[in-house]
Nanobody, 126 residues
Framework: QVQLVESGGDSVQPGGSLRLSCDSSGYSSNLYHIGWFRQAPGKERELVACINSNGGDGRVMYTDSAKGRFTLTRDKEMVYLQMTNLRPEDTAVYYC???????????????????WGQGTQVTVSS
């Protein structure tokens, strides 16, 4: 288990930007696949973006909704999700998750990630 803490969620207007942070509490994040997930009320938890471990290939993967608007970066124990051009449908609790996985991070379901933060709320409304 890796201790993960998310921060950076806030309320913004459509078109605004936020940067979410995931702190892996002293573990080097490049040792794990790291995923950003979100869950809106009444909906299933879904992948937003993820990054493979350096032992995999280190690639960043984005969902169609995130592509071109969100950017995931990694720096030592920190993983960031820079979100721009936010839309009301981006409103959700955002979670980061970590796991040592064999395949590309985007093929796994949320239940296959073993370490989770408690989430940070993102609200996009006018």
């Amino acid at each position: 288990q890796v201790q993960l803490v998310e921060s950076g969620g806030d309320s913004v207007q459509p078109g605004g930007s936020l940067r979410l942070s995931c702190d892996s509490s002293g573990y080097s994040s490049n040792l794990y696949h790291i995923g950003w997930f979100r869950q809106a009320p009444g909906k299933e938890r879904e992948l937003v973006a993820c990054i493979n471990s350096n032992g995999g290939d280190g690639r960043v993967m984005y969902t169609d909704s995130a592509k071109g608007r969100f950017t995931l970066t990694r720096d030592k124990e920190m993983v960031y999700l820079q979100m721009t051009n936010l839309r009301p449908e981006d409103t959700a609790v955002y979670y980061c998750a970590a796991e040592n996985l064999a395949l590309s991070c985007n093929v796994y379901s949320p239940g296959e990630f073993g370490s989770w933060g408690q989430g940070t709320q993102v609200t996009v409304s006018s």
